[in-house]
């Protein structure tokens, strides 16, 4: 067992001691048998929430009328959850209320897909009620009992399918499949965050151009900000190896590029990005166009700063369907050899530009700082003081051209 599962081995422990049953569930149980990394790690129990918070000295209410109570153990938050069942679903989202249950099993069949179904004892034990542990072996996403009800129950969970598809390499099972194909209109019932969410997941996972795929053959795209009217862009984005991809930031850009969008920065607002999230991709794609035209130069890359220059030759070579880790590393190596990394390194100051310069203060001197930099860049000049202000002085030419 790992080791993320032996730390938390005393709190089942304890819930043990004071006569409950309790057991690994959800997702972390599922990556442990793929062999992927362990994530959060959930606890479902027989205990009641004011149970829990009995047993536990350090506990967070995060939602006890859903039987969810935070343990702190050891520096490391924990969320267990009392066994329940789900009332009926309104709004497509979320479950009127909740009935606490005594059964892991009953717990277990409400949830969305077979293989987030399944539980561990404190032994190892696997318990499987729902035939997930088949579906693993087959990578298939398949839904818990009729696809058409926990679908209408939760939206969400038509695209949380296609995530998966991205994340784990997995194909839908048919019926499931089909269900998404009817029901993907209630998916406008669902709030963009949501909805973005899952999109930002499915855009970073190993699969996703199948992810893609399956977003125009089931007509989900259709309910996404910005994409009704992209299906063909959508698709051309399958011929790009979006997993050799890195950042947020990353897949926005290209995504943006393939669709062709006129007004990128709307389009974002549209997905509730963040503020520096639009910034970024905004300045990405201005910078790639030059970048399509011409190499990097010193002095792009002093302006550009190290993490986006690797974060746009990553998507430059996504979009010219290549993949060069030499390129990448030069580029960090050529960035490191630079004289300066900033405007602060340099060895002098607007204050010193207008002590050598007889001019009164104004946009002069922020236009003579960046000829400056150009030339410690350039290599042109060394950077240094007496250097910088002695070529300063012989610069005879006219404010804006080349020195």
């Known amino acids: 067992m790992k080791a993320e599962f032996v730390e938390a081995i005393p709190i089942i422990e304890q819930l043990n001691e004071h006569g409950h049953e309790a057991y690994f569930v959800g997702g972390s149980v599922r990556d442990l048998l793929l062999n992927r990394k362990i994530g959060d790690i959930d606890i479902a129990t027989s205990a009641k929430p004011d149970e829990i918070q009995k047993i536990f000295p350090k506990t967070i209410d995060v939602g006890v009328?859903?039987?969810?109570?935070?343990?702190?153990?050891?520096?490391?938050?924990?969320?267990?959850?009392?066994?329940?069942t789900e009332g009926?679903?309104?709004?497509?989202?979320?479950?009127?209320?909740?009935?606490?249950?005594?059964?892991?099993?009953?717990?277990?069949?409400?949830?969305?897909?077979?293989?987030?179904?399944?539980?561990?004892?404190?032994?190892?034990?696997?318990?499987?009620?729902?035939?997930?542990?088949?579906?693993?072996?087959?990578?298939?996403?398949?839904?818990?009992?009729?696809?058409?009800?926990?679908?209408?129950?939760?939206?969400?969970?038509?695209?949380?399918?296609?995530?998966?598809?991205?994340q784990l390499s997995f194909r839908l099972e048919e019926k499931t499949l089909q269900a998404i194909t009817v029901w993907h209109k209630l998916l406008q019932n669902i709030s963009i965050e949501r909805i973005?969410?899952?999109?930002?997941?499915?855009?970073?996972?190993?699969?996703?151009?199948?992810?893609?795929?399956?977003?125009?053959?089931?007509?989900?795209?259709?309910h996404m900000p910005g994409l009704k009217q992209k299906k063909e862009q959508l698709n051309k984005l399958l011929s790009y190896p979006m997993h050799n991809l890195c950042k947020r930031e990353?897949?926005?850009?290209?995504?943006?590029?393939?669709?062709?969008?006129?007004?990128?920065?709307?389009?974002?607002?549209?997905?509730?990005?963040?503020?520096?999230?639009?910034?970024?991709?905004?300045?990405?794609?201005?910078?790639?166009?030059?970048?399509?035209?011409?190499?990097?130069?010193?002095?792009?890359?002093?302006?550009?700063?190290?993490?986006?220059?690797?974060?746009?030759?990553?998507?430059?070579?996504?979009?010219?369907?290549?993949?060069?880790?030499?390129?990448?590393?030069?580029?960090?190596?050529?960035?490191?050899?630079?004289?300066?990394?900033s405007r602060k390194e340099l060895a002098v100051t607007g204050n010193d530009i207008l002590n050598i310069v007889p001019k009164k203060p104004g946009k002069w001197v922020e236009e003579y700082l960046t000829l400056v930099e150009q030339q410690v860049v350039n290599g042109l000049i060394e950077n240094n003081s007496g250097e910088i202000k002695e070529w300063l002085k012989n610069c005879n030419q006219k404010l804006g051209e080349s020195c």
């Open 196 to 222: 973005t969410a899952e999109f930002e997941k499915l855009l970073a996972g190993a699969s996703a151009n199948d992810a893609i795929q399956l977003l125009t053959l089931t007509n989900v795209y259709q």
């Open 88 to 166: 009926e679903y309104e709004e497509y989202r979320r479950p009127k209320y909740v009935r606490f249950v005594s059964s892991l099993q009953e717990d277990l069949k409400r949830r969305d897909f077979t293989i987030n179904a399944l539980a561990m004892d404190k032994n190892g034990r696997i318990l499987d009620y729902v035939n997930g542990m088949e579906d693993l072996e087959n990578r298939m996403i398949r839904t818990v009992g009729d696809p058409y009800e926990r679908f209408s129950e939760d939206a969400l969970r038509m695209l949380r399918a296609l995530r998966f598809v991205s």
């Open 65 to 84: 009328q859903h039987g969810t109570v935070i343990v702190l153990h050891n520096g490391k938050p924990y969320e267990v959850t009392t066994f329940r």
């Open 250 to 341: 990353e897949y926005w850009t290209v995504l943006l590029f393939v669709l062709e969008t006129d007004d990128g920065e709307s389009f974002m607002r549209n997905w509730k990005l963040p503020r520096r999230v639009i910034k970024k991709v905004c300045r990405h794609l201005e910078l790639l166009n030059c970048l399509f035209e011409q190499d990097w130069t010193a002095f792009l890359l002093y302006k550009t700063g190290l993490e986006d220059a690797l974060q746009l030759e990553r998507i430059r070579q996504v979009l010219q369907k290549e993949k060069n880790e030499e390129a990448i590393q030069k580029l960090q190596k050529s960035y490191e050899q630079l004289p300066i990394h």
